[in-house]
């Protein structure tokens, strides 16, 4: 399982604009999301760079500081 779905609701992004950066389908995109396919690790550093985020962040659940 990942965490692509959560990191881009935190990001304010949408499958359909993750795809278009990746130059991938939105249906791929999906696939990924929902865990019906496992992500190659190719893909998950380009991930993390659309995302800007940590590649561990997509993978595993990051503890949220108290505020």
Known sequence: MNRIPEVLKEKG???SQLAVALGLSRSC??????GKVDVPISKLM???VALDCDITEL???????NK
């Open 13 to 15: 992004m949408k499958q």
């Open 29 to 34: 995109i999906s696939q990924y999301c929902s």
């Open 46 to 48: 380009a991930i993390s």
């Open 59 to 65: 993978l595993v659940p990051t503890k949220k500081k």
